[in-house]
């Protein structure tokens, strides 16, 4: 995604990459069974040791990032996560992290549950999408209704990232005032977290119902009404996809190219036909564009430009795209092992898949571009 | 080299004071007037606009000092790009006569070509443009067959050229002709500074679908030139040409320090997707606002590629011949725009609106155009070919000229 990298940033990829390789290596995410956790507890905490889930976090919460600028490391560790299609909270725990930093000093305190978090020892899932629901964050069906000090919640949540390993989630709910985020432990009497099948063999989602759960007004996050929160929330989602996919582009279409040049027919190298060089060169083209503008994203998010949200979808509706029609191509250059169990190609696609479908489809985005720019004065 | 350069920001601040004292606001109304057959005053008009940048001291902001330019770089170029938004700027000069042949001069050129011809085109004295393609090749430009033959200290160039982008309004034009028929066709071909008015030299526009009389066609009768005309090699053409086409591509791509100012929108059209779906009356359709949303997202990432690619060529993190993939994925940001521009208009494309020809009119007569973006500068096949071949490293085509003496290729009639 990044042209240039400091060393610092190097160092940081790198020490991720080795921890990824030594307990979930591609054979093993390939052989994960139903039921069984993704990613051990033990694991996730090496990981934040090396500050996996620490780079949005400023250095007096207990974060800190390689190079400065941690929106970009948080890109540079998605993306040598997502070309090992890595388990655990990458996502979760930063888009979590994004809404305790962004609203601390601002309502209830959780400066506790941001250092555990930061430290590994605790683990949190944004509770968004639901049952019955595309993406629409601001329209919350399940309520939380004012009582007493506190609130009560009720609904169902769904589409939980790793909910069953989660011991906090973050809760988007309806209340009187508007919109608003809770942080609600996963052992809260009323809370059911039921897992949900999902595609992707490194990754598990859970639904959540919610009963009847009280909540103390300090687990609010922020105050009601706070969509810039939520804005920020999607965006860092969408950087974390992007930036995945990138990743598992560049793994699968360096697979295919290698294909290609060693696979002979008609004793010639796949390679040398025109009509699959032609296809390598759209793809080899998409793939650059993908990386540049998960890279412009990255910048404005960044810099809190005015442009990020707009950047944000560009790239998502782009990259959501242009992701599935490469892998598949890819697969179909592949010939029939490219959809064989053994080959590494569906852990890919798979990752790929969901990723485009979570926080906004690719045309959910091309809607709020269009949005966006009638919201603009032209010019 | 002891003087230091002028930060970014410092000159996007003069550049923003100065334009807003001296240029010209852009005027909407006249830049959507449909195109006019005598375009004569708009390239009266591009050099006076020129003129006005140098005397400011605003024109030539990549080329070199010793040739008029001021020596900065691309990031400064950017900054007054971004700057000039709002304001008239001589466009027709970006392409091709800045970032294709005077960048090419500046490769290739003796000093005395540079400092002429450079110095001339950023004064807005003069225009340059290409003779390149030929009638009877499109693809296969190597293979090309206007021959140059020496006379004493002169060459002779006799044949014929098309597809020259403005080259009614150029002064000056890189002229690709072969001067060895004894060896392999890249090996045989030189590179000459030819005036466009040279005795001999008959020029005819050519109309394109949309109207469009940007292209000429060439006829040379015993054109005179002398040895002082060669850019680069006596038979070192090709390695001139290959610039040009790096050029092309690369500005085509968006990806050129020397093109100045921006279009007022973006794409190859004036009429943009959003612009069809208020004159069709269907922007509140969530279908027509996806297809929109989608153009904004192509354009973008458009841009966002250029950015990237080009900085990736200069460091060498990308090989010169990336440049093709920007051309490729311009082409698809123009044709995706065209289709979207159909499909937004609905039952409304091939109709005229708001009493003439209107968005969706002008929408129906890009279409007619679609495969533009395709062709010139190249056919997006060439350019799929480069990639492949150039970037990924893959086996080339086979060709049946390759090192066989032109005079024994077989060639069409």
Redesign the interface.
Known sequence: ME??LSSDQKLFQTSARRLLEKEYPLDRIRGMKDGEPRWSRDWWQQGAELGWAASIVPEELGGGSVSGEGVRDLGVLAEELGSGVAPGPLLPVNVVLTALVETHGAGPDHTAEIEALVAGESVASWAVYEPDGEWSPLAPALTATPDGDGYVLDGVKDRVQEAEQADLLLVTAQTPDGVAQFLVPTATEGVTVTPQWNVDLSRSFGEVSFSGVRVGADALVGAPGADEVIERQLQIAVLIQCAEVCAVLDRVFAMA?EW??DRYSFG??L??Y?EL??R???M???L??C???T??AAEAIQDRSPEAA??A??AK??VGDKSLLIVQDCVQIHGGIGVTWEHDLHLFLRRATIDQALYGTP?D???????L??ATPK? | MTETMESVESFRLRARAWLADNMPRFDEEAENAEVAEDDTGDWLRARELQKLLYAGGFAGICFPKEYDGLGLTPAHQRAFNEESAGYEMPLALNLPSFAICAATILDCGTEEQKRDRIGAAVRGEEILCQFLSEPSGGSDLAGLITRADRDGDNFVINGSKTWSTSAYAADWALCLARTNWDVPKHRGLTMFLMPTKAPGVTMNRVRMVNGSLEFCDEFFDNVVLPASAVVGEVDGGWAVASRQLFHERNSMGGGSPFVSGQRQRGGMSHVTPADIAEASGRAADPRVRAMVGHSIAMGRVAQQTARRVTRGIASGALPPTAASLLRLLHAEYAQLNDDLSVRIAGSRIGFGSEGGQGATGRASIGYLMRQGGSLGGGSTEMARNVISERVLGMPREAALDRDVPFNQVKRGR
């Open positions: 042209l240039e190219v290609a040049f010639r190298p390679a040398s025109q060089k032609h390598f060169a759209d080899r083209t998409w650059e564009a990386h540049a503008t890279q412009a707009e950047l979808s560009v509706s782009f045309e985005h091309r809607l709020r571009l269009a949005d720019a009638a010019g």
